[in-house]
């Protein structure tokens, strides 16, 4: 979906380890990149990985610096993958995305769309059930109501400025051996239960993530978790 011509600059909201920077950089024709997220660490292991591949025009800055505040409408496209936050959140991501884009710029956004991580939801389900925790049962209901579907991505995109906008569904899924794979696998830690979490809303959810640990080999002791993952990709563009 991204489509990168000469003399592009492309801004990665949300970019952790720059993945997948180094890829977008060898299909383009040297395009500018700058890569921008709140964790140091990531950034660092970024910075690492962009070394390696020379002399390239790749920077990475960390978003509290405040970098990005004097650049409105300067890049060619602005992407963002699996941005692990709320619907206020995303809405706002979404409208800096827009700010950040020249006229005729793109945004390409992939992300979980509802339907997503259902076999965990059915946990989180029997969890609340089990233990008569009505609050974290609301909470997990509204999570899947508020996630996003392909005609509701397709309005917030239209609802910052964007216009254009071309979203697709591709269903996949995640494969996990055991409760303790699910729970230690470096995806599931940087992706699964961060998104998890953000969707849900509640800070503390290591009692629910025990008991999903727990089912998972109770339930799939004769087989692999495959956690269903329904990824929205979208293009839009700035007016």
Known sequence: ?????????????????GYPDLKVYESSDGADIVGVD??????ELARNKAQVMGD???EYRPSSDGGLENEEGLYTHAMTLHPCVGADARLALLSEMERLLCPGGQAVIALPLRGSFQEIADLFREYALKHDDSEFSKAVEAALLARPSIESLSEELEQVGLSDVDVEIRQTSLTFDSGRAFVEDP?????????????????????????????????WSEGKLELSLNVGCASARKP
């Open 1 to 17: 979906m991204l489509v990168v011509g000469e003399s592009a600059r492309i801004v990665h909201l949300g970019c952790r380890t």
């Open 38 to 43: 709140a964790s140091l660490p990531a950034l």
């Open 56 to 58: 390239v025009r790749i």
């Open 187 to 219: 995806v599931s830690r940087l992706l699964v239960l961060p998104e998890v979490k953000a969707w849900i809303g509640v800070e503390d959810v290591a009692r629910p993530l025990n008991y999903v640990r727990d089912a998972i080999d109770k339930y």
